[in-house]
């Protein structure tokens, strides 16, 4: 059962982080002015789960059920993006230091 949760959310969470992902490569906004449910364009991240969840059942369930964490209020938009920023940055630096150790001459 727990196992089921663990991978019911990481494919959860997968989906947010792809939408993450989407909307940075095509450097558009996340945020709308009113992100309320009664918003007519509450911003493109909530905009894009809401299209996405239409065609996808996990997603759905998962907006329409979850009481305790839905993955949609800003924070959770800005924490996304913060572990991204840092695993990017993190490969950035891993890679560096490959090439560095690839190009030095020996004594």
């Keep these: 059962m727990h196992n089921e949760k663990v991978k019911k959310?990481?494919?959860i969470l997968k989906r947010m982080i792809d939408?993450?992902?989407f909307l940075h490569k095509q450097e558009l906004p996340f945020c709308g002015h009113?992100?309320?449910s009664a918003s007519i364009n509450r911003g493109n991240y909530l905009e894009l789960?809401?299209?996405i969840h239409q065609y996808d059942p996990i997603l759905d369930?998962?907006?329409k059920e979850s009481t305790v964490f839905q993955g949609t209020?800003?924070?959770i938009q800005n924490d996304i993006i913060a572990s991204l920023g840092t695993f990017?940055?993190?490969?950035?630096e891993e890679e560096?230091?490959?090439a560095n150790l690839g190009n030095k001459k020996p004594m």
């Design 9 to 11: 959310n990481c494919a």
């Design 19 to 21: 939408g993450v992902c």
């Design 34 to 36: 009113d992100e309320s």
């Design 49 to 51: 789960l809401e299209l």
């Design 61 to 63: 369930n998962h907006l």
């Design 73 to 75: 209020s800003s924070a």
């Design 88 to 92: 990017i940055t993190d490969r950035f």
């Design 96 to 98: 560096l230091v490959q």
